[in-house]
């Protein structure tokens, strides 16, 4: 698999698997620098200019102190050159002389690199190592701005991609029966594409041909979202009875208009990088698309700045690294890796540097608690219990609460909390009973309606509950999230089913906007939409619009949030959607529906 290095990607992704047979930019030396003198053939702005050649605005003025925001044709434009490690592809004519002095490197350092390379010689297709050679800018373009124009459209937010995923070529060698539309698929690419990139003047594949396979982009629209009202009605405790939680309200830093950076952490482990993708690759890849969606919607609303995503799990941008060199010093919020530990170091460095940062996923850690610059999108298990228990109170008024003891010791710890919950949160006259899972057939007898819950984690005593309940009239059970993980559970729940759940995260495919941002996906990647892109997605979309209040404040697809906070520690998640599993679906739902 081809792994190019430390990719930078302008928000239009100006691919160079798609540039290399277009001229560079020639390069020139000026007061004892390397620059890369461009010279326009047509007007341009400024944001644009640094948007198609990812060098930010800032260090293009300093360069060139007499630049105006617009710049017209036959302006020259000294752009500085950065030198990395990457590989390029050997084309048609292409020589190891012609290599050396198009990337400023020598001829014997090539075949140092590059085994076989003296003695075989430079074949057409052969992947060439080149070290801390000068990353070539290939020419631009860009449409000629009309009167009166409105900069909208011009790159506002970049989008920088450190890790070394090659989202430029990966290569593939075609196997017997292999078809164009086949791989096409797999890979989420257009055939069309490949086509193109591989010169293909057919569909018709040869075994053992090797082909060039991009990750395709195209700018789509924005998806629109649930706008949370000003009187919202979420779960959240507004002051302190009894033991219930009492925190104040978190209200976002005030929007300075300023351009701000982003870091976005996950585990691509682009080191040990195979396709097709799966497990926690494949999620994360899943939730990287979802986010780069985002983005756009981002860039559309106003916000400015930069947005850079790191490979955690490879060498090269591994927390610690990226700690000790200073890369991250600088920034305004950090999407927190999904790995405890990679979180957990994050996270006193984001102590430390009063840095945000937003934990998308939960990670089992139990050393995050104390940074009041943390904020968690899954509500942990003890907020979960303290909101089921409020919910509960409410929904089971003036009817039967019956509560699912355990059997397992260790759900003893829950069981009391969610007690002490329930009974600060009923009213005087509302009652629950104790049962166990034998007694479940005896409140069967009775017709009016009962609400029954549990808070066990024994996958056993959870089936057992389920299988006992389900399709029952006037019966629902209330549950925990992690349930719905359980292949345990899902394996023996039949329809209907009458289980009830709190969670900040509720993903369901026929949901009207769900729908919409699939048909985008579908048009963006040529893949089916995933709960983890949805959540990349709405994770990217919410938590800046929230904390740099630079839109009103919004309600994802599948996640919501409500920060609070107890002096001295993190915020937790006290939005929490009221979710039924149904149809092995979760759905978001307002209230208990009772037969």
């Known amino acids: 698999m081809g792994i190019r290095k430390k990719l930078y990607l302008a928000f239009l992704l100006f691919y160079s698997f798609g540039l290399q047979g277009q ?76 290599l050396a002095k198009t990337y400023f490197v020598s001829v014997d350092s090539l075949y140092a690199w590059n085994v076989g390379l003296q003695t075989e010689g430079l074949k057409i297709g052969r992947s060439v190592t080149i070290k801390q050679g000068i990353k070539r800018l290939e020419s631009i373009s860009s449409p000629p701005l009309q009167d009166n124009a409105q900069f909208v459209k011009d790159s506002l937010v970049r989008t920088i991609r450190l890790f070394d995923f090659n989202d430029t070529i990966i290569y593939y060698q075609v196997n017997q029966g292999d078809k164009l539309s086949e791989i096409a698929k797999r890979f989420l ?42 009187n919202t009605t979420s779960l959240v405790v507004t002051s302190p009875v009894k033991s219930k939680t009492s925190f104040v309200q978190m209200l976002p830093k005030p929007f300075d208009n300023r351009e701000v950076k982003i870091g976005v952490f996950l585990p691509f482990s682009k080191d040990s990088l195979r396709f097709p993708l799966k497990g926690l690759q494949k999620s994360a890849f899943d939730f990287y698309m979802g986010a780069m969606i985002g983005v756009d919607t981002l860039m559309e609303k106003g916000l400015r700045g930069d947005v850079y995503f790191f490979d955690y799990k490879s060498d090269k941008e591994s927390i610690q690294r990226l700690i000790s060199t200073n890369a991250i010093n600088d920034f305004d919020l950090f999407i927190a890796p999904w790995h405890a530990s990679d979180a957990e170091k994050l996270n006193v460095f984001a102590k430390e540097k009063r840095i945000p940062m937003v934990l998308p996923v939960n990670t089992g850690s139990k050393n995050l608690g104390s940074n009041e610059q943390l904020y968690f999108i899954p509500t942990e298990i003890d907020v979960q219990i303290e909101m089921l228990a409020k919910k509960t109170a409410e929904i089971g008024k003036g009817k039967q609460v019956v509560f699912i003891q355990s059997e397992g010791a260790e759900d003893k710890l829950r069981e009391t909390q969610f007690k002490n919950y329930f009974a600060a949160y009923a009213g005087p006259n509302d009652r629950m009973l104790d049962a166990d899972v034998s007694r479940i057939l005896m409140y069967l007898k009775f017709t009016k309606p009962i609400v029954y819950v549990s808070v066990s984690m024994d996958k ?36 209907p089913s009458n289980f009830y759940f709190l969670s900040s995260t509720c993903f369901n495919y026929h949901d009207k906007k769900t729908i919409q941002l699939h048909k985008k996906f579908r048009v963006k990647y040529e893949a089916d939409l995933s709960k983890a892109a949805v959540l990349g997605y709405d994770v990217m979309v919410q938590f800046p619009s929230w904390y740099f209040n630079f839109s009103t404040p919004q309600s994802g697809l599948m996640t919501q949030f409500d920060f609070g906070k107890t002096v001295g520690i993190s915020h937790s998640n006290y939005g929490l959607f009221l979710c039924e599993f149904q149809n092995f679906e979760s759905k978001i739902t307002s209230n208990v529906e009772w037969e």
């Open 189 to 230: 690419v257009s055939t069309q594409s490949l086509k193109e990139l591989n010169q293909l003047k057919s569909s018709t594949l040869t075994q053992g041909m090797k082909l060039k396979v991009p990750i395709f982009k195209e700018q789509t629209a924005s998806v629109p979202l649930r706008e949370i009202p000003l």
């Open 460 to 495: 056993n005593q959870v089936v057992k509950i389920n299988a006992q309940l389900q399709g029952k009239p006037n019966q629902v059970l209330f549950g925990l999230r992690e349930w719905t993980d359980w292949k345990e559970l899902n394996a023996t729940l039949s329809n």
């Open 23 to 98: 001229p560079f930019v020639p390069v020139v030396t000026k007061m004892g620098k390397q620059f890369h003198e461009l010279e326009l053939t047509e007007t341009i702005s400024l944001a644009t200019l640094s948007s198609q050649t990812r060098i930010n605005s800032n260090v293009i003025r300093k360069e060139n102190p007499s630049l105006k925001e617009t710049m017209v044709s036959g302006t020259k434009i000294y752009l500085p050159t950065e030198r990395a490690d990457f590989e390029v592809i050997a084309r048609p004519k292409e020589t190891v002389f012609g």
